[in-house]
């Protein structure tokens, strides 16, 4: 494959592509059969004079996108369309910047180009003379000295080459000794604005210092008083920002720049991460290597090793650092995140001796390390089977296989070791807190927390005692919970394989690991699976019943499309739905599967349960719910299953809950009768994981958090009096103020991020940045056409873009890498604005891809017949096809050309193929901004477009300071809010509490 530096050089011809089609120029003294005044969209300047200021109209920011101005118009010079104020062209950019108050001067070179008409004669197809105009291209270019000693406030310089064109500068001191100043261009030329001469185009400021001298200034240092978390983003300083433009720097190593540089088009390219640690290999925490019990001295050294070096790592780049010897910095920051390192790093310490001094313990951890191998076994080889290649499952369990063995990320198995005292020891203080795995999206936390679940099982099923008032063989151990359905669908499938690994491992070793089936269940809403068997019945003689009935075993067949073991599709005939045992039976239709239904011995159906009813009693292993799930609590006593709350069993049906009736079942045709028989309670769950905690955030944060203060209360016991509680595990990549956001949502008091942060945002020891010069990673792009409807920039820059990727794919230079950027995942921001987009697809954009190929000369022209949405109206059902139809690569005649999706795909789909995305609006939040942005390049060099809409204020701003936001990205994001105890919370939800904790925690049946 080719490296990455080529599929960054595919990705930058893109833009380049996209800055000469809406900026230009192609050449700098180019000739154009086109006005430039339709032929460009940004970098223009009109005259300034009062007609046009008297008639400028304040645009609203939702109209501008569905403008009908379409300025791409103007095939030959009769029929130019005609220019109305609504979208009103600027007259003047400007660059604001930080300067030392000793600075004396600096260099400011103003660049443009004018255009000027052309007539000519020409033949038509019909053999006819007709006029045509040609414009050509006049550079301009001036460079002015600025003395700040000459003015106090502002001063203006008309350009010796056009008296018209104004800079103007203006200059405030600021109290620490610093100035900022702003330098405009301005156009105050007397054409009309219809008149081409009037206009300025491909504009350019650049302030520098003409001895090449460092005078520009971040932000942060002519400031006293520091954001507190602006000191971890010192090594990328804000030196600047556009007006009406973007602005670009170069900044050194102490926050100075040698020049600032206005752009219409900027560009950043955000360093990518790594986990790996220098001096350790992949595979020096080998999974294969951790599972063998036998060789536990090599196990708890190379874990050792892990702990010591985290310990240098904090002597040498904290304790020791330069930075210590300030005093009021070790006092306010220095010693606060010292501390939470040598925290972190005891806890680590403390794992490790649990392994040492336990075999208990240490035996789960084997079994965590053997599920999580053979859970990567698995998927490569479903991966395979299922794409239908030939290949049998015990090449890739083959320990001679080097492809076989897997290694943990560092920073994962350490998040592993900090948990275990706080699981196996229930009373110890780690219980309480609540760990916040923090770490970029793609990192690896998901099988983090895999890891850790795969532990609890084992840990907890190892302790079984005959004695205990609690039932450790089964029972619901661990619950993981999501906010979205497309979150849900995407994690659940390597979940399950880990349920199946871990399955097959108690098998093999059967009883030792419990002689209940590790298991897993589905618990997410009425409308994706069925609450109960009873709307699964059909009635010949009611054909709506039917239909309904019919449509809910449907809803069935769909959660699962493919064996989870072996790849290949199931269908319906898979599902054996059995009404008078409450149970759906889930084989493999491959006979060399090895949940294969006719099998001639040990045969097994696939451990996973779909149907509320049957979750409640089977008692999966783990369940996976979205959050809104939990809103059964008060309406079905039921659920008290899930807490391990079940004193009978029924030979047929399976555990019954307490406090639920269950009628007797007599002897059928097909079933002897029934038997029903007291049992102790199973031991609540032990372990509950919140995914992508950013989002339980506003009012669905304020009833999840009231909410919690009854789940947490049935997951709760008592050892010796001591109320026991479960562990909270939490997960996010953009967050702030977790602390109090995780204090309001589960009552805790400490809350700990792992990895804790270091002086620089760029290590933490367990993740240090890449510089994008060894390893491109994202690059994101802004445009913001003012003057333009948002529906002219969203149809020129999708025109450009995918007529580009395909004229690049039948390039022999470029074909294997064009695939991450032929599909273009289009982002919005409301359902109303996608809704835009997908008319000018159908129609606009293909007929501006057509005028592309004309004008540039290109061989072919691009179609978009492969086209799908991704949003909340369409079903659950659609969301795996979808999933798959992205991963399709562009040699596939299926491939897609388009996906425009809301905030559906904000979260949880990974999807590696994907390298373009245009985001049409800047998101309301900036953690939906950075999650988005994420789904793209994940494998291989990003793409993101940023299509501002100039109209919005929001916007502007963003584009106006694009260099400084994506500098500092993860420090603009919003701190959560959740009031679960408000007056108003307390309105909406107490009644549903009190019902929940009397249906629930009544002990006696009625």
Same mark, same amino acid.
């Given at each position: 494959?080719?490296?990455?530096?080529?599929?960054?050089?595919? +990705?930058?011809?893109?833009?380049?592509?996209?800055?000469?089609?809406?900026?230009?120029?192609?050449?700098?003294?180019?000739?154009?059969?086109?006005?430039?005044?339709?032929?460009?969209?940004?970098?223009?300047?009109? &005259?300034?004079?009062?007609?046009?200021?008297?008639?400028?109209?304040?645009?609203?920011?939702?109209?501008?996108?569905?403008?009908?101005?379409?300025?791409?118009?103007?095939?030959?010079?009769?029929?130019?369309?005609?220019?109305?104020?609504?979208?009103?062209?600027?007259?003047?950019?400007?660059?604001?910047?930080?300067?030392?108050?000793?600075?004396?001067?600096?260099?400011?070179?103003?660049?443009?180009?004018?255009?000027?008409?052309?007539?000519?004669?020409?033949?038509?197809?019909?053999?006819?003379?007709?006029?045509?105009?040609?414009?050509?291209?006049?550079?301009?270019?001036?460079?002015?000295?600025?003395?700040?000693?000459?003015?106090?406030?502002?001063?203006?310089?008309? /350009?010796?080459?056009?008296?018209?064109?104004?800079?103007?500068?203006?200059?405030?001191?600021?109290?620490?000794?610093?100035?900022?100043?702003?330098?405009?261009?301005?156009?105050?030329?007397?054409?009309?604005?219809?008149?081409?001469?009037?206009?300025?185009?491909?504009?350019?400021?650049?302030?520098?210092?003409?001895?090449?001298?460092?005078?520009?200034?971040?932000?942060?240092?002519?400031?006293?008083? /520091?954001?507190?978390?602006?000191?971890?983003?010192?090594?990328?300083?804000?030196?600047? %920002?556009?007006?009406?433009?973007?602005?670009?720097?170069?900044?050194?190593?102490?926050?100075?720049?040698?020049?600032?540089?206005?752009?219409?088009?900027?560009?950043?390219?955000?360093?990518?991460?790594?986990?790996?640690?220098?001096?350790?290999?992949?595979?020096?925490?080998?999974?294969?290597?951790?599972?063998?019990?036998?060789?536990?001295?090599?196990?708890?050294?190379?874990?050792?090793?892990?702990?010591?070096?985290?310990?240098?790592?904090?002597?040498?780049?904290? =304790?020791?650092?330069?930075?210590?010897?300030?005093?009021?910095?070790?006092?306010?920051?220095?010693?606060? =995140?010292?501390?939470?390192?040598?925290?972190?790093?005891?806890?680590?310490?403390?794992?490790?001796?649990?392994?040492?001094?336990?075999?208990?313990?240490?035996?789960?951890?084997?079994?965590?390390?053997?599920?999580?191998? /053979?859970? %990567?076994?698995?998927?490569?080889?479903?991966?395979?089977?299922?794409?239908?290649?030939?290949?049998?499952?015990?090449?890739?369990?083959? &320990?001679?296989?080097?492809?076989?063995?897997?290694?943990?990320?560092?920073?994962?198995?350490?998040?592993?070791?900090?948990?275990?005292?706080?699981?196996?020891?229930?009373?110890?203080?780690?219980?309480?807190?609540?760990?916040?795995?923090?770490?970029?999206?793609?990192?690896?936390?998901?099988?983090?927390?895999?890891?850790?679940?795969?532990?609890?099982?084992? @840990?907890?099923?190892?302790?079984?005692?005959?004695?205990?008032?609690?039932?450790?063989?089964?029972?619901?151990?661990?619950?993981?919970?999501?906010?979205?359905?497309?979150?849900? #669908?995407?994690?659940?499938?390597?979940? #399950?394989?880990?349920?199946?690994?871990?399955?097959?491992?108690?098998?093999?070793?059967? &009883?030792?690991?419990?002689?209940?089936?590790?298991?897993?269940?589905?618990?997410?809403?009425?409308?994706?699976?069925?609450?109960?068997?009873?709307?699964?019945?059909?009635?010949?003689?009611?054909?709506?019943?039917?239909?309904?009935?019919?449509?809910?075993?449907?809803?069935?067949?769909?959660?699962?499309?493919?064996?989870?073991?072996?790849?290949?599709?199931?269908?319906?005939?898979?599902?054996?739905?059995?009404?008078?045992?409450?149970?759906?039976?889930?084989?493999?239709?491959?006979?060399?599967?090895?949940?294969?239904?006719?099998?001639?011995?040990?045969?097994?159906?696939?451990? =996973?349960?779909?149907?509320?009813?049957?979750?409640?009693?089977?008692?999966?292993?783990?369940? /996976?719910?979205?959050?809104?799930?939990?809103?059964?609590?008060?309406?079905?006593?039921?659920? @008290?299953?899930?807490?391990?709350?079940?004193?009978?069993?029924?030979?047929?049906?399976?555990?019954?809950?307490?406090?639920?009736?269950?009628?007797?079942?007599?002897?059928?045709?097909?079933?002897?009768?029934?038997?029903?028989?007291?049992?102790?309670?199973?031991?609540?769950?032990?372990?509950?994981?919140?995914?992508?905690?950013?989002?339980?955030?506003?009012?669905?944060?304020? =009833?999840?958090?009231?909410?919690? #203060?009854?789940?947490?209360?049935?997951?709760?016991?008592?050892?010796?009096?001591?109320?026991?509680?479960?562990?909270?595990?939490?997960?996010?990549?953009?967050?702030?103020?977790?602390?109090?956001?995780?204090?309001?949502?589960?009552?805790?008091?400490?809350?700990?991020?792992?990895?804790?942060?270091?002086?620089?945002?760029?290590?933490?020891?367990?993740?240090?940045?890449?510089?994008?010069?060894?390893?491109?990673?994202?690059?994101?792009?802004?445009?913001?056409?003012?003057?333009?409807?948002?529906?002219?920039?969203?149809?020129?820059?999708?025109?450009?873009?995918?007529?580009?990727?395909?004229?690049?794919?039948?390039?022999?230079?470029?074909?294997?890498?064009?695939?991450?950027?032929?599909?273009?995942?289009?982002?919005?921001?409301?359902?109303?604005?996608?809704?835009?987009?997908?008319?000018?697809?159908?129609?606009?954009?293909?007929? +501006?891809?057509?005028?592309?190929?004309?004008?540039?000369?290109?061989?072919?022209?691009?179609?978009?017949?492969?086209?799908?949405?991704?949003?909340?109206?369409?079903?659950?059902?659609?969301?795996?096809?979808?999933?798959?139809?992205?991963?399709?690569?562009?040699?596939?005649?299926?491939?897609?050309?388009?996906?425009?999706?809301?905030?559906?795909?904000?979260?949880?789909?990974?999807?590696?193929?994907?390298?373009?995305?245009?985001?049409?609006?800047?998101?309301?939040?900036?953690?939906?901004?950075?999650?988005?942005?994420?789904?793209?390049?994940?494998?291989? &060099?990003?793409?993101?477009?940023?299509?501002?809409?100039?109209?919005?204020?929001?916007?502007?701003?963003?584009?106006?300071?694009?260099?400084?936001?994506?500098?500092?990205?993860?420090?603009?994001?919003?701190?959560?809010?959740?009031?679960?105890?408000?007056?108003?919370?307390?309105?909406?939800?107490?009644?549903?509490?009190?019902?929940?904790?009397?249906?629930?925690?009544?002990?006696? +049946?009625?």
């Amino acid at each position: 494959m080719a490296d990455r530096f080529k599929f960054a050089e595919v +990705r930058q011809e893109v833009i380049e592509m996209l800055k000469k089609d809406l900026l230009g120029p192609s050449s700098e003294n180019e000739t154009l059969n086109q006005n430039p005044r339709f032929e460009y969209i940004v970098g223009m300047l009109a &005259p300034q004079n009062s007609e046009n200021d008297s008639n400028e109209q304040e645009v609203d920011g939702d109209a501008s996108f569905e403008g009908d101005a379409d300025y791409t118009a103007g095939e030959d010079d009769d029929n130019e369309p005609v220019f109305t104020n609504r979208f009103k062209t600027p007259s003047s950019i400007g660059i604001s910047f930080y300067l030392e108050s000793s600075t004396k001067s600096f260099n400011v070179d103003v660049t443009w180009g004018d255009y000027t008409k052309a007539s000519d004669k020409t033949t038509n197809k019909e053999g006819k003379k007709v006029d045509v105009s040609t414009y050509t291209r006049h550079p301009q270019k001036e460079t002015v000295v600025i003395d700040l000693q000459e003015f106090s406030k502002t001063k203006e310089y008309p /350009l010796v080459c056009d008296s018209n064109v104004i800079l103007y500068i203006s200059k405030i001191g600021l109290k620490q000794g610093y100035t900022l100043v702003t330098a405009y261009v301005i156009n105050k030329r007397k054409n009309p604005e219809s008149d081409i001469a009037g206009m300025m185009f491909q504009v350019n400021l650049r302030a520098y210092s003409q001895e090449k001298m460092d005078i520009f200034v971040a932000e942060h240092i002519c400031r006293k008083i /520091l954001a507190v978390d602006e000191f971890y983003f010192a090594q990328r300083p804000i030196l600047g %920002r556009g007006r009406g433009c973007a602005a670009t720097w170069k900044a050194n190593k102490n926050g100075r720049a040698s020049e600032i540089v206005s752009t219409f088009i900027p560009e950043y390219e955000f360093p990518g991460v790594s986990a790996a640690l220098e001096g350790f290999d992949p595979f020096f925490f080998s999974m294969r290597t951790l599972s063998v019990a036998k060789k536990k001295d090599d196990i708890i050294n190379r874990l050792n090793v892990l702990a010591d070096s985290y310990e240098n790592w904090i002597q040498k780049k904290l =304790v020791h650092d330069s930075k210590m010897d300030d005093a009021k910095f070790k006092k306010e920051i220095g010693d606060t =995140v010292i501390n939470k390192c040598i925290e972190a790093l005891g806890r680590i310490r403390a794992g490790i001796q649990l392994l040492v001094e336990d075999d208990i313990s240490f035996d789960a951890f084997c079994f965590m390390n053997r599920s999580m191998i /053979l859970q %990567r076994n698995i998927m490569n080889f479903s991966k395979k089977h299922g794409a239908g290649i030939e290949c049998a499952f015990r090449d890739f369990v083959d &320990p001679r296989n080097p492809s076989n063995n897997f290694g943990w990320r560092p920073f994962q198995i350490a998040f592993i070791l900090m948990n275990l005292k706080g699981i196996v020891d229930p009373e110890h203080d780690n219980r309480e807190v609540v760990d916040l795995l923090y770490f970029p999206t793609g990192g690896g936390k998901t099988e983090a927390y895999l890891g850790l679940m795969a532990f609890v099982i084992a @840990n907890r099923r190892l302790r079984t005692n005959e004695s205990d008032e609690y039932n450790r063989d089964g029972g619901v151990t661990a619950i993981l919970r999501y906010t979205l359905r497309l979150l849900t #669908t995407q994690q659940r499938d390597r979940i #399950t394989k880990m349920i199946l690994a871990a399955e097959l491992i108690r098998q093999k070793e059967y &009883p030792k690991y419990g002689k209940e089936p590790i298991s897993i269940g589905f618990w997410v809403g009425g409308t994706v699976t069925p609450n109960t068997f009873k709307e699964l019945e059909e009635d010949p003689e009611d054909p709506a019943k039917t239909r309904k009935a019919r449509s809910k075993k449907n809803s069935i067949y769909k959660q699962l499309l493919t064996c989870p073991f072996c790849g290949k599709p199931l269908t319906e005939e898979n599902f054996y739905i059995e009404i008078p045992t409450k149970s759906v039976s889930i084989y493999c239709s491959d006979d060399k599967c090895m949940f294969y239904r006719y099998k001639p011995s040990n045969k097994m159906k696939i451990p =996973v349960y779909l149907v509320d009813e049957e979750i409640y009693a089977k008692c999966p292993t783990i369940i /996976l719910s979205t959050v809104d799930k939990f809103a059964r609590l008060p309406w079905d006593v039921n659920t @008290n299953a899930l807490f391990g709350r079940v004193d009978r069993i029924c030979s047929r049906d399976g555990y019954v809950a307490i406090g639920a009736d269950h009628a007797r079942h007599t002897r059928t045709e097909e079933l002897p009768t029934a038997t029903l028989r007291s049992i102790k309670p199973f031991l609540p769950p032990e372990l509950i994981i919140q995914d992508e905690l950013h989002l339980i955030t506003g009012p669905l944060g304020t =009833v999840y958090g009231a909410y919690e #203060t009854v789940i947490e209360d049935l997951c709760s016991y008592t050892i010796g009096g001591k109320k026991i509680k479960p562990k909270y595990v939490v997960s996010t990549a953009t967050i702030k103020n977790a602390a109090e956001q995780t204090k309001c949502l589960y009552g805790r008091k400490v809350t700990a991020q792992f990895p804790p942060n270091g002086f620089e945002i760029g290590d933490s020891f367990y993740i240090r940045e890449v510089p994008v010069e060894q390893d491109p990673f994202r690059r994101y792009v802004g445009v913001c056409a003012l003057g333009q409807s948002v529906k002219t920039a969203l149809l020129r820059v999708y025109s450009i873009i995918l007529q580009s990727a395909y004229n690049l794919s039948l390039d022999d230079e470029y074909k294997d890498v064009i695939d991450p950027y032929y599909t273009l995942v289009g982002y919005y921001n409301s359902i109303r604005e996608l809704g835009g987009a997908v008319r000018l697809l159908q129609d606009d954009i293909p007929d +501006r891809i057509q005028r592309i190929k004309k004008k540039y000369g290109m061989s072919r022209q691009r179609f978009l017949n492969h086209k799908v949405e991704i949003t909340s109206r369409m079903s659950s059902y659609d969301i795996p096809k979808k999933l798959s139809q992205l991963e399709t690569p562009y040699t596939d005649s299926n491939c897609l050309d388009t996906a425009i999706a809301t905030n559906m795909i904000a979260v949880g789909m990974d999807v590696d193929r994907l390298g373009l995305m245009v985001v049409t609006g800047q998101p309301k939040q900036n953690s939906e901004y950075i999650q988005a942005t994420s789904r793209i390049g994940r494998s291989y &060099p990003g793409l993101v477009v940023t299509l501002y809409n100039p109209y919005r204020p929001r916007d502007l701003s963003h584009y106006e300071n694009f260099t400084g936001y994506h500098a500092q990205l993860y420090r603009f994001v919003e701190g959560t809010t959740a009031t679960p105890f408000s007056a108003r919370a307390r309105d909406r939800v107490l009644h549903a509490l009190v019902i929940s904790a009397i249906r629930l925690g009544f002990y006696t +049946r009625a």
